[in-house]
């Protein structure tokens, strides 16, 4: 423990500016610098004849010259000899290395050399004088590339001292200041050089140290010899795994006590530095976390392990049968004392043996308070809560060699006493009144058990094990109370690993939670914050950015596993999943900006249409980055009530990391949906490059979006594509508004981008639409660059020794690549709406939660056939039946179809009417005519026959009425009791509302509720009803035990005269439906010149009705409810896509991350955590989670069977954490692709061929085959073919995988003329390695070379004459002189190698295989290439 501590001390590091740490981070390049020689004088004979044993070293330290900031540590050389220093010529040898790393690749980063004389006075004392400096650059004018000095420099010496860097007139260049003067004949030689070996040890050092190669370093091996360099060629210590099992902290005087004392300092504090009183109940206690890591002196080892601790009366109530720690009755019947407790294993890897290595302990409390609390000033109309995070205690462990197992008990540690971390930490009590013995325990103790063995501890005898602070008093026990737990019961338990929690900033800890949490408080009495003071962007609950993964089939097996039969069942094993799980979070974001400012501007001048407002007048550019400030009010008050949503699809840029030889597409086009519109598919648009003096080439990174032709040439017009959505008053339904605002401020806009040509996926993009709120603007607009995201899956095929246990699986590599940047304008142009006022009838429905039926009381007379009609008085015209009934209208003229030769849809009841008018003008002529015939009897007949005719009609007229007439009033009379309400509701959401229900009569009924939707149902729990009613904040009463259930039937409710009570009921659609194609008044058309087109058909969300019907005792309606339903759009959380064999099944689980991290998640207590319910909206669709341990991830399981190719299914899958599935916290939607499988078995280098069958279709097709990965697999015909109709061909496919492994290509055959899918293919490559017969090494200079020429032999070892083929697994760093040679049996061939240069510094193994004619493997070399 003593060397840790000295180690701890004597390496304390200055960090480097706050500006220059804020910078984006790099990878860190490690350095050997060799001191070796000082020439010259540097001072006068005079100044040196006062001392005596003089000597002289040299002192190195880090500088930033652009914030003239020293950091790091000032290193130092051994003190050499210098008596001939004043002497001319002299020389002081030194030939010290000094090794370091750094990421600040930056040149204005350098270290200075002092050259320091000391010696001893005549007293005796030690003088050390400054002789000079030197300014020593490590990295060139270039950014990011280090001097690459590999011979000997000399460094110019400078007069004074390294402090007056520091002088605000030595502005850089400092070399070039005017006063900076040089000392004459002096130099220091050097040399500097990047060190890769030093990288594997990095874990080791921290960065920015100075560290010699003569000083031994913590966890590596001694160099061999005296005066070896232990970091020339690092060697590591062999490490060991300690197991850390039954941990808690014990706090004093109690747990409960230090918690309120904490949080009082904590408010005092605030008050005093911010002058603002802080109420008791705001400042919370979040988590308590403990962060453990191995630390070696220097720094942590690995990044520390984060857990939560929880109270241990918590882990007693919930898993009192599987902790193996019990707890008194005493301490059940106070939670007050009590002690932290860490409810699962501690696995510590990377443990060398050397008495430097600690394991460091740090208890952490996170609290969620006013802003200002960490430390920053706090504005004074500041409401929103931060969450900050202080460090209360501390312990550092060194574990005990000489033992395998055992029980330790460490004193925590607190104060202004130096820690790992070097932040500040919570007081300890004051010892002035404790005796020496409290002192090591009256801040608090640390307790575990220990083992080096991962299957768990046996009961040993080793004893407990103290730490060396409490062996000094072993006499003295700390002082028992009741949270003090007894020495635990020893045996065999069943531990389960500690999966290592995520390491969280404090940005990422300031994201408040929806709802209140339950948390300790600052006052006992109030532990339940107020929930009315929350903030605003709090209430609105704006989500995460949209997240995007595409994922693969799975190709692992999943295995059957019998338990064993204890008596007649078997007995069901313990949970473990059999499928990989795909983790959450993967999200495709808008970036800054990729492209430098003189391709932006050429992008500008593209000629791009401009947007502009209302007055012509251009919209205004908003930041993407700048926090939006949405106020729902403002919103709503807008003058402009109509929304013109413009989409302008700009440019693609291409990743210049891209190899050349990489598919890039010529034509791409774009899918999404926005809002309820329907599902765009734009056209096909072209990419055409731009390069910098403005003219189009292939190879530009900057793609302009041309709309083509039919014949796939450019058009004339401005480049871009630009779509618009006119949002009007007219569009929306009644309260529609606000859902579309919400819409706005939470949705994330889904874009996925296809090749045009091969209809393959490029990649998805995510982009969020709180930018387009406009909040009073005319009109807005932001310009975002969106990174296309593309994932791939690969399955490792080795599986270890773990892997082949119960439970556990092959892992699935992913691959995430950025294949582009999509340059897209998003803007909102506001218009005035032509109908200011509405009518009575369009104005919003009511948003109250109490539905009341008190306006439905009255009857309001009319017509029976008109019932439901809208009246402005209480005034009824006379009209004709057949005027008013289309059924009565179809009836009395159903005899003229036989005669009719109009359409044959003309009976149908619509057009009742239009015949029945059309017969009545017959009749007019035929009267007008009558003079005009020949016969008076015919006239006469005719008459008898329209008499006869009207007759019966009047006859049918009476039937009608007489058998329609109960069912009409009783359908009239029933308006009095029928009471009409809208609701809005989205996908998974629960819609809560209360209909205040009345019995009108004098006496008592029992009233059965029927209800004909069964997505309405009644709330019957009461512990449902409230949890509903707390969140709505409704004061209505609520009753126990109010419906009497009888089973299937339908609920009853008591009511007694004139009694009036509150039926809750909840709504919630978890189907998505077809949406209905209506007329609507969006337009959707495309800017190129043209007039907009008709108005397009919108894709409405389907409207559902309800019925609710409250039946009396004696089976009467006493009361009605009619809901109406619109379903609006809801928020996609991510979006997964899965390429699965057709006619299977896909069984995927995915991990769901930690559920305080999601938005709108509650917050349970201690030790207890949220259920996870899930729901689907295919009901086809397998959709469940399983419950597991306290503390362990929890995975969604889906099984779904995949259709023939091509088809695609698509569904959502929504995510609760709550009970009662009111709030889902996450919503996927997920795709499922089914595709033809074929799976292929090769060796890496080598080519396997096989054949796909075409069968051809009704007609004639020019199909052309394309591939995700064309470098590694070909087709034969290779362009253009024919497919002729009904006929059946063979596709040549030949296969030359590059790199090892299991992964997947997309094959697709797609109709060129028409650009349809006719055939897909998923092939799944399992790939081995080539046996490796010769191995080469090469260095090779990094960054702007010309590369090297070299050359290797090969024997032909057949008697015969053989023809061979090269090939490479690296093609763009390896070429050959001759891909094909021929060589004589037994002769020998020299093979002409051209390595090309790479820009970064490193390895890079390439393969080069020998093929035979036949295109078989004969030979593969390794050659390792090391760039430096």
Not at 161 to 179: I, K
Not at 1085 to 1104: L, Y
Request: positive net charge; contains cysteine; hydrophobic residues 35%.
């Amino acid at each position: 423990m003593n060397d840790w501590l000295r180690i701890l001390d004597q390496n304390v590091l200055v960090p480097p500016h706050p500006q220059r740490a804020r910078q984006p981070s790099k990878e860190s390049t490690a350095f050997q610098c060799v001191l070796k020689c000082l020439d010259g004088p540097l001072i006068k004979q005079g100044r040196l004849e006062v001392l005596s044993e003089v000597g002289c070293h040299l002192r190195m330290s880090l500088f930033d010259v652009t914030y003239r900031h020293f950091f790091g540590r000032t290193w130092k050389t051994a003190v050499r000899p210098a008596e001939q220093l004043s002497r001319q010529p002299s020389r002081i040898v030194f030939d010290e290395p000094v090794y370091f790393h750094t990421s600040l690749n930056h040149p204005n980063v350098v270290a200075v050399v002092e050259v320091v004389t000391e010696g001893r006075k005549r007293d005796g004392s030690l003088q050390a004088l400054s002789c000079g400096f030197g300014i020593l650059r490590i990295f060139g004018n270039k950014l990011e590339s280090p001097t690459s000095a590999s011979q000997d420099k000399r460094l110019r010496l400078y007069h004074g001292t390294p402090r007056a860097l520091l002088h605000p007139r030595l502005q850089d260049p400092v070399e070039q200041n005017r006063h900076m003067t040089l000392l004459e004949s002096c130099s220091l030689q050097y040399a500097l050089r990047p060190h890769p070996l030093l990288e594997p040890v990095f874990h080791l050092l921290p960065e920015n140290l100075l560290v010699s190669g003569l000083q031994h370093i913590p966890g590596l091996l001694p160099a061999h010899g005296e005066k070896g360099d232990a970091l020339r060629k690092p060697r590591l210590q062999k490490s060991v795994t300690w197991y850390l099992d039954d941990l808690f902290f014990t706090l004093y005087p109690s747990l409960e006590k230090f918690e309120e004392e904490l949080l009082e300092l904590l408010i005092s504090d605030h008050f005093r530095e911010g002058g603002i009183p802080l109420d008791g109940s705001v400042l919370e206690i979040l988590e308590r976390r403990l962060c453990v890591g191995v630390h070696n002196g220097l720094g942590f080892v690995q990044r520390p392990q984060v857990m939560v601790l929880v109270p241990e009366m918590d882990v007693a109530l919930t898993r009192s049968a599987s902790f193996n720690r019990k707890v008194g009755s005493s301490s059940k019947a106070s939670s007050g004392n009590q002690a932290l407790v860490l409810r699962s294993r501690l696995r510590l890897p990377e443990t060398a043996r050397h008495p430097a290595f600690a394991v460091v302990f740090q208890l952490e409390y996170v609290f969620n308070g006013p802003s200002g609390l960490d430390g920053k000033a706090a504005s004074v109309t500041s409401l929103s809560s931060v969450a900050c995070m202080h460090m209360v205690r501390w312990a550092v462990w060194n574990p005990l060699l000489e033992t395998g197992s055992g029980k330790v008990i460490l004193p925590l540690q607190g104060g202004i006493r130096p820690n790992p971390s070097r932040c500040l930490v919570y007081k300890v009590p004051l010892a002035s009144m404790s005796s020496e013995e409290v002192k090591q325990v009256e801040s608090g103790t640390i307790q575990f058990q220990y083992s080096l063995s991962p299957e768990g501890h046996l009961d040993t005898a080793t004893g407990l094990v103290h730490s060396p602070e409490a062996e000094r008093q072993p006499s003295r026990r700390p002082p028992t109370s009741p949270a003090s737990p007894p020495a635990p019961q020893q045996g065999l338990a069943a531990l389960q690993d500690s999966p290592v929690g995520p390491g969280l900033s404090l940005s990422q800890l300031a994201a408040p939670p929806r709802s209140p949490t339950r948390c300790r408080s600052a006052t006992p009495s109030s532990r339940h914050p107020d929930s009315s003071a929350r903030p605003l962007a709090q209430e609105q609950g704006l989500p995460l950015e949209g997240r995007i993964s595409h994922l693969e089939a799975q190709l692992s097996q999943a295995s059957l596993v019998l338990g064993a039969s204890v008596a007649d069942q078997l007995r069901e094993l313990p949970f473990t999943p059999v499928h990989t799980p795909i983790v959450v979070g993967a999200q495709a974001r808008s970036s800054g900006s990729k492209l430098s400012r003189a391709s932006m501007v050429l992008l500008q001048a593209s000629g791009f249409p401009e947007i502009l407002d209302a007055n012509k007048q251009p919209a205004e550019a908003v930041n993407p980055t700048d926090p939006v400030k949405f106020n729902p009010q403002k919103e709503e008050s807008d003058c402009l009530q109509s929304n013109e949503i413009v989409l302008q699809f700009l440019a693609f840029s291409r990743v210049s990391q891209d190899c050349q030889g990489a598919p890039w597409p010529k034509t791409v086009y774009f899918t999404f949906q926005f809002y309820r519109f329907p599902p765009v598919t734009t056209p096909r648009l072209q990419l055409v490059g731009l390069d910098e003096t403005g003219r189009t080439r292939s190879g530009s990174l900057l793609h302009l979006l041309v709309l083509t032709d039919k014949d796939d040439s450019s058009e004339a017009g401005p480049p871009g594509f630009q779509l618009k959505y006119l949002v009007e008053p007219g569009f929306l339904k009644p309260g529609e508004q606000r859902w579309f605002t919400h819409y706005l401020a939470t949705q994330t806009l889904q874009i996925d981008v296809w090749d045009g040509d091969s209809l393959l996926l490029v990649g998805s993009a995510a982009v969020q639409m709180k930018q387009l709120l406009r909040q009073g603007r005319p009109a807005v607009q932001v310009l975002h660059e969106l990174e296309v995201v593309a994932t791939e899956y690969e399955q490792d095929v080795v599986v270890s020794a773990d892997a082949t246990r119960f439970g556990c699986v092959k892992p699935i590599g992913v691959y995430t690549a950025v294949k582009g940047w999509l340059h897209l304008t998003l803007a909102n142009v506001g218009h005035g709406c032509e109908q200011r006022v509405r009518n009575s009838g369009s104005l919003p429905p009511s948003r109250s939660r109490v539905i009341s039926n008190d306006g439905a009381s009255h009857f309001e007379g009319g017509s029976l056939l008109t019932r439901g009609a809208r009246r402005l008085k209480n005034v009824v015209q006379a009209q004709k039946l057949a005027d008013v009934d289309r059924e009565l209208a179809a009836m009395l003229f159903t005899h003229t179809q036989h005669r009719s030769k109009g359409p044959q849809g003309a009976g149908h009841e619509g057009d009742a009417v239009r015949r029945r008018k059309l017969e009545r003008m017959r009749s007019v002529r035929l009267q007008e005519s009558r003079g005009e015939l020949s016969c008076w009897g015919a006239s006469m007949l005719a008459q008898q026959s329209i008499r006869a005719q009207h007759a019966r009609d009047l006859q049918v007229i009476a039937a009608y009425r007489e058998r329609t007439k109960v069912e009409s009033i009783t359908s009239a009379l029933s308006l009095a009791i029928t009471t009409k309400h809208t609701i809005h509701v989205t996908l998974g959401t629960a819609e809560f509302f209360e209909f205040a229900l009345r019995n009108p009569h004098n006496m008592q009924h029992t009233v059965t509720i029927e209800v004909d939707n069964p997505e309405l149902s009644i709330i019957q729990d009461s512990r449902e009803w409230r949890y509903f009613k707390d969140a709505a904040k409704l004061h209505t009463p609520v009753e126990e035990d109010m419906f009497h259930l009888r089973g299937s039937l339908a609920p009853q409710i008591f009511l007694r005269p004139r009694e009036t009570t509150h039926i809750p009921f909840r709504y919630q659609t978890f189907s998505v439906g077809q949406p209905a194609l209506v007329q609507a008044s969006a337009e959707l058309r495309s800017e190129k010149g043209t007039d907009a087109r008709s108005p397009q058909k919108s894709s409405a969300m389907p409207t559902k009705h309800a019925k609710v019907l409250f039946r009396g005792s004696g089976g009467k309606p006493i009361a009605v409810l009619r809901l109406t339903v619109e379903t609006q759009p809801h928020v996609v959380d991510q979006v997964f896509r899965f390429y699965h064999p057709e006619l299977t099944f896909l069984k995927k689980a995915i991990r769901l991350p930690p559920l305080h991290t999601l938005p709108g998640a509650p917050v349970g207590r201690p030790g207890e955590e949220p259920p996870v319910h899930v729901r689907c909206s295919d009901p086809n669709v397998i959709c469940e989670t399983q419950n597991v341990g306290l503390g362990e991830p929890r995975d969604v399981f889906l099984k779904v069977a995949s259709g023939p190719s091509p088809e695609s299914k698509d569904f959502f899958v929504t995510v609760y954490a709550d009970n009662w599935l009111a709030t889902p916290v996450q919503i996927w939607q997920v795709h499922l692709h089914s595709l033809q499988r074929v799976d292929v078995s090769c060796v890496t280098g080598q080519q396997t061929r096989l054949s796909l069958v075409l069968r051809g279709t009704q007609t004639v097709r020019r199909v052309q085959a394309f591939t995700s990965h064309p470098q590694e697999l070909k087709t034969d015909p290779k362009g253009v073919f024919v497919l002729p109709p009904h006929g059946v061909q063979d596709l040549h496919v030949a296969v030359r995988p590059q790199r090892a492994g299991s992964r997947f290509i997309h094959l697709n055959l797609v109709d060129v003329d028409y650009h349809q899918l006719v055939a897909s293919w998923l092939v799944c490559l399992s790939c081995r390695p080539p046996l490796i017969s010769k191995a080469f090494e090469i260095t090779l200079a990094a960054g702007e070379g010309k590369g090297a020429n070299k050359r290797i032999t090969y024997t032909n070892p057949y008697p015969s004459q053989r023809t061979y083929h090269l090939h490479s697994d690296h093609p763009d760093l390896l070429q050959f002189r001759e891909d094909c040679f021929q060589v004589r049996g037994g002769e020998t061939y020299t093979i002409g190698l051209r390595f090309a240069p790479r820009q970064s510094a490193g390895e890079e193994e390439i393969l080069i295989y020998i093929n035979d004619h036949e295109d078989k493997n004969e030979e593969a070399f390794c050659v390792k290439v090391t760039y430096q």
